[in-house]
């Protein structure tokens, strides 16, 4: 027995089957037909709609689905890494890194290194606008009163202080981000050294206080 009918098959059928029941189930399919056009007549413009905003919402999927990939892709590109290590002769690549982790600071740099010069107040020259800096250095260090006085100048506040408490150089953002950095930032690219992102933040809280603790006057 057959499931489905069509208008053109009944039309054929009737035209076959004569009997009382085959005739009256034919009229009744036929009206069913006509009512079924009258319904889609009186309805099209619903269902242009309809067929609007379906074609609209396939092409807004389309353009979120682009959006939201080309985002995972620059994350995934721009992912920041925890350790990055320079070889000898890679000063630039070595400067350009230490100068985009001294602009994230967005109040205040503190610097430990116990070699410093002129050439370290080149890369903290910069750091974004009313970033205070603080550079904790060995007392016979190489920066002098005049250098510091003609950073201040420019490029305001640098404060200068004093402790033999550090081996290693960690670079600090606004006191809450911290990195390792294994030379001296004055000899960043001349030797191979390595940046850490250091993961615990209790270990920043730390720092800072064997800072309070272990300055010299």
Same mark, same amino acid.
């Given at each position: 027995?057959?499931? !489905? #009918?069509? +208008?053109?098959? @009944?039309?054929?059928?009737?035209?076959? %089957?004569? &009997?009382?029941?085959?005739?009256?189930?034919?009229?009744?399919?036929?009206?069913?037909?006509?009512?079924?056009?009258?319904?889609?007549?009186?309805?099209?413009?619903?269902?242009?709609?309809?067929?609007?905003?379906?074609?609209?919402?396939?092409?807004?999927?389309?353009?979120?689905?682009?959006?939201?990939?080309?985002?995972?892709?620059?994350?995934?590109?721009?992912?920041?890494?925890?350790?990055? !290590? #320079?070889? +000898?002769?890679? @000063?630039?690549?070595?400067?350009?890194? %230490?100068? &985009?982790?001294?602009?994230?600071?967005?109040?205040?740099?503190?610097?430990?290194?116990?070699?410093?010069?002129?050439?370290?107040?080149?890369?903290?020259?910069?750091?974004?606008?009313?970033?205070?800096?603080?550079?904790?250095?060995?007392?016979?260090?190489?920066?002098?009163?005049?250098?510091?006085?003609?950073?201040?100048?420019?490029?305001?506040?640098?404060?200068?202080?004093?402790?033999?408490?550090?081996?290693?150089?960690?670079? @600090?953002?606004?006191?809450?981000?911290?990195?390792?950095?294994?030379?001296?930032?004055?000899?960043?690219?001349?030797?191979?050294?390595?940046?850490?992102?250091?993961?615990?933040?209790?270990?920043?809280?730390?720092?800072?206080?064997?800072?309070?603790?272990?300055?010299?006057?």
């Amino acid at each position: 027995m057959p499931y !489905v #009918f069509t +208008e053109q098959g @009944i039309a054929m059928l009737s035209a076959v %089957l004569r &009997s009382e029941v085959a005739v009256r189930v034919s009229i009744n399919i036929m009206k069913a037909f006509v009512e079924m056009r009258r319904f889609i007549s009186n309805n099209a413009v619903m269902f242009e709609r309809i067929s609007a905003v379906e074609l609209r919402q396939l092409q807004y999927q389309e353009q979120t689905d682009a959006k939201l990939e080309q985002i995972f892709e620059y994350i995934s590109e721009h992912e920041e890494s925890t350790q990055k !290590v #320079f070889f +000898e002769g890679q @000063i630039y690549d070595a400067f350009g890194l %230490l100068i &985009s982790l001294i602009q994230k600071a967005e109040k205040n740099i503190t610097l430990i290194d116990g070699y410093v010069d002129v050439d370290t107040l080149n890369l903290l020259c910069k750091k974004n606008d009313n970033v205070s800096i603080i550079i904790y250095t060995r007392e016979k260090t190489k920066l002098s009163d005049a250098d510091v006085n003609k950073f201040n100048a420019q490029y305001p506040t640098l404060n200068v202080k004093y402790t033999k408490a550090f081996h290693d150089r960690f670079l @600090i953002l606004d006191e809450k981000i911290a990195y390792h950095i294994g030379a001296s930032l004055k000899d960043a690219g001349k030797k191979c050294f390595a940046v850490s992102l250091l993961q615990d933040a209790g270990v920043v809280q730390d720092i800072l206080q064997r800072l309070e603790l272990e300055t010299e006057e």
